[in-house]
C-alpha cells in the first residue's frame, strides 16, 4: 500500500488556490488570442483584448484575475493503493484556508445559507471523490465565481424531447444568461444520469482541457452543434455582442433510467481557473 502526507496535500492544495487565482492555463489564453483575432463585432473584440490585457497583468504582478475569487471546487481522483491515516477532506479545507490568506484572495463562503456570516477562510471546499486503479493522487481544484455558477440550470427532460429538447434547453440557458455569467464561456453540460449526477457530470465537463473532444461521437457531434447555436446567438464577450458567446462546450453523458433525460448545464465564466497536480503515493512496508 502507499499513502501521501498530510503537509504534502496541505501545501498542494494551497499552492494550487493561490497559482490558480493569478493564472490562466495556457491552453485557455491562446483560445482567448484566437477567438479575439476571428471576433468580428469591434467591441466584442476590444473586450477580448482587455480579457487578454487583465490576464497579463494578474500574471505578471501576482495578483487574482478577478475580484471574485470563487467557491473552492475539489476533484480528487484516488488511487485505489492510496490509504490515509487521517481526514483527507479537513487537509484539503486546510490547504484552501492557507491559500485564501497566504494569496489574499476574496474569502466568499457563508457558514449558512439564511443566516450568511463569512467563514472568513474561503473553507469549506465543495470536494467530490472519484476512485482510479494504481497509487497516485490526481487534485484538480477550479475557483468557481459566483457569477458564472448563478447562471447555471438543471432540468428533468422527457425521453421524448430527445437531442432537440437537449439544444433548447441548452440555449435558454446561455440566452438567460446573458452577460451575467461574464462570456466567453466554457459551457459544461451533463446528459443523462439522474438529478445530481447530471449536475455533477456538467461540472466536471468545465474541468476539461480547452481543446479536447468528449469521449464517444454523440457528445462530440453535440458538442460541435451546440458550440455553433451558443456563438451564433450575438451575446458576445460580457455580453455585449459578438460571435464569442463560449470558447468551447463540454458535453459529458451518462446512462439513465428509461423515463428520464436529466441536462444540467454549468456556466464557466472566461475566468476560467482551474489547475490539477498529480501526486505519486510512497510505499509503507508495514502495510498489507
Ligand atoms: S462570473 Fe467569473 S469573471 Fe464574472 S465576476 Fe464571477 S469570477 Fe469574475
Redesign the pocket.
Known sequence: MYTIDRKTIVETVKDMFIDSAYHLGDDFVQKLKSSQEKETNPLGKSILSKIIENQDIARDKQIPL???T?VSVVLLEIGRELIFDYDIEDAINAGVRLGYLDGYLRKSMVKHPINRINTLDNSPAVIHYEFIPGNQLIIHTAPK????ENMSRLKMLTPGEGEQGIIDFVLETVKLAGGK??PPLIVGVGIGGNFEKSALIAKKAIFRKINDKAKNEVDQLLEEKLLKKVNELNIGPMGLGGQTTALAVKVNSYPCHIASLPVAVNLQ???ARKSEVILNGKKINNAH
Not at 465565481?145 to 458564472?148: D, F, T, V
Open positions: 478577478c475580484q471574485d470563487g465565481g459566483g457569477g458564472s455569467a461574464c465564466c472566461h475566468s
